[in-house]
């Protein structure tokens, strides 16, 4: 018999191998390819076993997702997105802009599993999940302060998150296959154009 | 024995019967809740009948996602998108925009199903399905005309494309339930503020 400590000790084990095989699936093939009995046998566990170490699939796949996020938000950090920029807010827009295209395009499968992932009615989203996707909205909010500097701290959240939106539906159709792709140079210049059209309109636009 | 012309029509006529059950599954539940038993079972014939109408359920729902993308033509046709507008460039951008929100927000589901369909591999999209999709974009570039009349026409059907997705984007991540979705109300305001934004913005962006 083992002690309780051990059992709990191989099951956080469990839980890291299933979470790394779950990565590495969905690297490779992507959400849909994640089945139980796959995983079950990548780690060398009964699949009844995974039940033991994480609630359900769901689980894993924020857990995966988790690591997505924070690798998306190190590649904006990486992009001096967290501070004052020297150049001014349009050039700190592009390059947040550019580093959000550059992930996606990098990361295809995980980046799309971060959009791909259909809860089942009733599950709900882990709350430190949620914070991590809003948080990454609020690195906009930094040069939206500067380009628009009078609006108030709830409008700057919300446009903070359309202006990402608008960025990563020109990403998300752009590299859309079945849309005949952009290819990465083009859909990089695209997108730096309408980011500036957008930072230089949209002061005109708060005017009115 | 029946005629060949009679079993032509009668598979016609279940052909019709599968898109018109399979349709109102999408619209009720979402992509993915189709299921050949179920379809089988709505129309009332045996799962192997679908495949003497149809080669596949992916053919269904092509012939969904096509009557989807008609269905939102005919709304940017009803937003007066197809004509020179009276109005100027930029009320005829906030119009398709707004035509696209209010389409999305009412057909969740078969909105969603345009994007949420994954084909298997080696499967193609069908010619005349890919120039509805793209016809659709090419309603953006009446008013980018007149916005950027020096562009080539190239350049205007890209950027039509990339103005389209910049919209999709804050329509797709505002109505995300997982993310804390925003109401239509505050939701057709960020669109048209940006719609705006990039309008105001754009011919000053390709000056340089």
Redesign the interface.
Known sequence: MISPTKAASRRAKLKADLINAAERTIEREGL?ALRARDLATEVGCAVGAIYNAVADLDELIFAVNARTLAALERSFTAAGADRQPADGATAQFVRLALAYTDFAAANGPRWRAL?G???PAGRE?PAPY?AD??RLFSYVEVPLQTLLPAITPKRRT??A??????????????L?E???S?PLP?LRE??T??V???????P???E?
Chains 1, 2 share one sequence.
């Open positions: 849909r959009f992932h259909q809860l989203i949620m996707q809003l919300l446009l998150r359309s202006l990402f939106s608008a960025v990563h539906g020109i990403v998300v159709l752009g859309e079945k849309l005949q952009i083009v695209q997108v154009f309408l500036k059209a957008m930072a230089k309109g949209l005109q636009a708060a009115k």
